[in-house]
């Protein structure tokens, strides 16, 4: 057991300079090698992300090494000449936390921040393999009372023998996540150990988690890793899904808001998208009004008799029994399920329809050109695509439900064979771009609104995860029509999901081009290697703690090495994501040239079968 006093045998160096929460240590004259022998263990000396101390009264101030440089190169930075004497090495730190000793209770009591700060002069101090270990386990503190530990280990601390890193998902998952990373830097393969490690946590000391985790998968990765423990949803499937089979995903047009659907069919590219949106709109909520009951059906051809009301002839009228304040106070956008015959009608032979002496005659063939036409054609050509044919089948009457949606994604039936602790992953990769947005916002907002209409007690014993893999591609900075649905219902859930139980994990490889709103609500950050400089100065935006300056570690971190910080993490620390088992990783690894083309290539018969599938 440790007592974290002073041991002069790991004392590396003389403090020179503290501004703020970061200070300067001038490393001592007998430190001739990066490696200190201490008890019979060897300890490392200034490797980025370790942690080092200084004792000050009965306070141990804690740090982490940021930089580790000569002062020459300081010195000629600056331009200033250098003087013969300049070999002294010099290594910045960065305080984050603060500690005294119990000697009564033999223990360590932890706080964040730091109060007291050390002054120039005083020595700091390598941590021993069981003041790290201690360290950490004060800084997460004890296990709750009721029995549900939150502390999940998915690796370890690099540079402290392999202590197990735990993250708290009750407030990692609660106050939002994400793992960033640039490509080829372990980042899908963190996610997939995260989420391996959830599944056979105990929280109880008993049973494993029973996890509701809801994962968008653009590039079809997700479903090699969780095989045996997760429902593979597929939105479209071009290769035959040769690898493992997946269920078709049933997500109809009908659970979208009238303004989805709108950015569906109307996208960013019709020059009249300004005047048709009321098209739209009118006959989304007309065909939800048919098929709730409560309007009379548009008709199915021109010629009939006009309605002799004095209101205009394509609004809504109510079947008998129904009062006008029942029509007024329709809501259009709630998930009802109506017909897309009633909609394309609606849009026919009503709104692009006149009234001529008592009686619904055509417009104009020019006016229904300009106006309806190209609406009418982008409609049937998103019903003709192969690709989106589990969104724009047309609905009948009592063919699917709310319920049945609902239970794809969270109720407690799963395929046979898999058991209760499955994720949900919705494989949407082949899907075009116009139609990965418009999903992407009507599986979160449907998400939301079942979280919603839950009670307390509900949403306690309900919580829910929903990973986006790609963030950048749903809520991107910049402002691009087909995006923005989905950037509305994914900041809704960023800023109000934690009221409800419902977390975000957002996964990327381009920080910089996620929408600032929705990434700075994140709580907790992993962070892996990330090259670019423009990513690097993001993420130090929005580091929480005041630690920034580990942005200057990212570019070095070695593959499946990450910065661990937020309220998720026990302290701020450079971790190691555990190894998994080659059927539990992603399907993320790149081609590798040299062995593709080493060999024969595809024969004629293998060319027939791709081009079979790029024409059947």
């Known amino acids: ?106 223990g360590l009591i932890f706080s964040r921040g730091v109060s007291t700060y050390p002054l120039p002069q005083q020595g700091a101090y390598l941590l021993t393999r069981e003041e790290a270990t201690e360290l950490f ?21 690099v540079g402290t023998e392999a202590a197990p890193c ?48 809801v994962i968008i998968d653009p590039h079809g990765e997700y479903g090699a890793a969780f095989q045996d423990k997760a429902v593979i949803y597929r939105a479209y499937d071009p290769v035959g899904a040769e690898d493992f089979e997946g269920t078709p995903i049933k997500l109809p047009y009908w659970l979208m808001s009238a303004d989805e659907f709108r950015h ?19 006959a989304v909520a007309h065909a939800r009004m048919v098929a709730a009951g409560i309007a009379e059906p548009a008709p199915t051809e021109y010629g009939g008799d006009a309605p002799g009301d004095g209101r205009a002839h394509d609004e809504p009228r109510p079947v008998a029994g129904v009062s006008d304040e029942q029509i007024m106070q329709f809501d259009r956008d709630k998930p009802r399920a109506f017909c897309l015959d009633e909609l394309v009608r609606h849009i026919t032979y009503l709104q692009a329809a006149r009234n001529q002496n008592g009686k619904l005659n055509p417009i104009p063939a020019g006016d229904f050109s300009k106006i309806f036409k190209s609406l009418l054609d982008k409609i049937a050509v998103l019903r003709r695509d192969p690709r989106i044919h589990f969104l724009m089948d ?50 979160a907002r449907l998400l939301f609104q079942y979280k919603i209409y839950q009670t307390s007690e509900e949403r306690r014993k309900d919580p829910i995860l929903l990973v986006c893999e790609e963030a950048h591609r749903y809520v991107p900075d910049r402002g691009e029509a087909q995006y923005a649905s989905a950037q509305s219902a994914v900041r809704r859930i960023a800023r109000e999901g934690r009221k409800y139980g419902l977390g975000l994990m957002l996964v990327s490889q381009r920080p910089a081009d996620i929408e600032s709103t ?42 499946q090495e990450a910065i661990f910080v937020g309220e998720g993490a026990s302290l701020p620390s450079r971790v190691r994501i555990k190894d998994l088992l080659e059927q539990n990783l992603p399907r993320s690894q790149s081609v590798k040239f040299a062995n593709g083309w080493n060999g024969e290539g595809l024969s004629e018969e293998e060319l027939g079968r791709v081009a079979g599938r790029m024409t059947g």
């Open 394 to 443: 047309n609905w009948c009457l009592g063919e699917l439900t709310i319920i049945d949606v609902i239970k794809q994604l969270v109720g407690s039936e799963r395929e046979p064979g898999v058991g209760l602790e499955s994720l949900k992953i919705l494989d949407i990769s082949g899907l075009p771009n116009e139609v990965a947005g418009p999903l992407t916002a009507m599986l």
């Open 264 to 282: 569906l069919v109307i996208g960013k590219t019709e020059q009249e998208a300004t005047s048709q949106n009321n098209i739209i709109y009118k």
């Open 1 to 106: 057991m440790t007592d974290f006093k002073p041991v002069e045998a790991l004392r590396i160096g003389s403090i020179v300079e503290v501004a703020g929460t970061s200070i300067r240590v001038e490393l001592s004259g007998d430190v001739s090698e990066l490696t200190r022998s201490y008890d019979g263990r060897i300890y490392p000396i200034g490797q980025m992300g370790n942690i080092v101390k200084i004792h000050f009264g009965r306070k141990i101030i804690f740090g982490f090494v940021t930089l580790l440089r000569m002062r020459s190169e300081e010195l000629v930075e600056h331009g200033i000449p250098v003087p013969p004497d300049s070999d002294q090495r010099i290594m910045e730190v960065e305080l984050f936390a603060e500690g005294i000793w119990d000697m009564a209770k033999r």
């Open 166 to 213: 735990r993250a708290n998902i009750d407030k990692m998952f609660g106050m939002h996540c994400a793992v960033l990373g640039s490509t080829g830097s372990g980042k899908s393969g963190a996610v997939a150990a995260l989420l391996h490690s959830v599944l056979s946590h105990k929280a109880n000391g008993e049973d494993s988690l029973k996890p509701n985790i």
């Open 137 to 157: 386990q004060s800084a997460e503190g004890k296990e709750p009372d009721d029995g549900s530990n939150p502390l999940v280990p998915f690796g370890h601390y």
């Open 518 to 559: 929705v990434i700075s609500q994140c709580g907790t950050w992993l962070v892996l290697r990330l090259t670019n400089h423009s990513d690097q100065q993001h993420v130090a935006r929005f580091l929480p703690d005041g630690l920034s300056g580990m942005v200057r570690t990212l570019p070095n971190l070695a593959q």
